[in-house]
């Protein structure tokens, strides 16, 4: 069965930091490009970032690049996102997503066929 189980969200003050794990299972990890969506309170869902299977490319949107660095560990199955001077707008539910494809100068959503369930980050200002 294919999981993606997202952790480290939780309630920070604007400026602080959070680091997020993906942890995957039941599919060939290292095959698989790994994103960073989020979704806040009303709005459409946002790819954040992402990075590819074999030499580590990543990729980042705009609103977020400079403060969130994306890793993967492929000995772990586990892809981290740490987020640094995260902002009020920052706040949404995260999820991670496995896909081939989908990280070539943009997050693809279309390109991702396993979800995790999310986890939620609250930047109080």
């Known amino acids: 069965e294919v999981q993606l189980v997202e952790s480290g969200g939780g309630l920070v003050q604007a400026g602080g930091s959070l680091r997020l794990s993906c942890a995957a299972s039941?599919?060939?990890?290292?095959?698989?490009?790994i994103g960073w969506f989020r979704q806040a309170p009303g709005k459409e869902r946002e790819g954040v970032s992402c990075i590819t299977p074999s030499d580590g490319s990543t990729y980042y949107a705009d609103s977020v690049k400079g403060r969130f660095t994306i890793s993967r560990d492929n000995a772990k199955d586990t892809v981290y996102l740490q987020m640094n001077a995260l902002k009020p707008e920052d706040t949404g539910v995260y999820y991670c997503?496995?896909?081939?494809?989908?990280?070539?100068?943009?997050?693809?959503?279309?390109?991702?066929?396993?979800w995790g369930q999310g986890t939620q980050v609250t930047v109080s200002s």
């Open positions: 039941g599919f060939t990890f290292d095959d698989y490009s």
């Open positions: 997503a496995a896909g081939i494809g989908g990280c070539d100068g943009a997050v693809s959503a279309p390109e991702y066929n396993h």
